[in-house]
């Protein structure tokens, strides 16, 4: 059986579709060697709120106008992000089937005060891997190459700046909080469909593929 290695960028908390690529992924290579690329999922995430998706962003201190390294990028702890983050996934998910299990795993990721961004997604993506038991190795890349036509490359594929996820992906719906107000979002980060399925999260990850 041929082993399947995945090329992804860094990220918090990640897409429900970046994790059913993971999944299915026997290593995973994080890029970290990349210059730092703003309003990615490098640095945010997105859950479903009573007004809809809401996008929760980690502040980060570029230091300066130049290209930074994501290996360098340090979290701003001037902002309170971490009470803004807490604060919406408590009022967002409180009320769903999982949240009582799952919530204090989550928030221990966004407490724990990492210094670097790189070291906070790879703890968010480290937590997310135990409860949703995939088994999947992971590794940083040692040098950066230059983004390929690649079915292996999914580094800056998955991104929120163009939200055609549906189109990009079956995925396998599920039953959301707030679904009385609004029709099945596809795309939300991975807490979402963790709140809402608990140990049913790996089989809807098994049925979100990538169309061919």
Known sequence: MTSRSLLLSSSYFPPVH???????ADKLFIEKEENYIKQSYRNRC??????GPLTLSVPVLLGSFHKTPIKDIRIDYSKRWQQIHIGAIMSSYRSSPYYEYYFEKIKDVII???E???????NSLEVVRRLTGITSEIEYTGEFKEAISSTDDFR??????T???????????YQQVFSDRFKFVPGLSIIDLIFNCGTDTGKHLSKTILRT
């Open 163 to 173: 939200r055609d996820e549906e189109k990009k992906y079956i995925f396998s719906e």
């Open 156 to 161: 800056y594929t998955i991104s929120p700046k």
């Open 116 to 122: 670097f961004l790189l070291d906070l997604n790879m």
């Open 18 to 24: 970046y994790m059913a690529l993971a999944a299915n």
């Open 46 to 51: 997105s859950i479903l709120s009573a007004n």
């Open 112 to 114: 724990r005060g990492d």
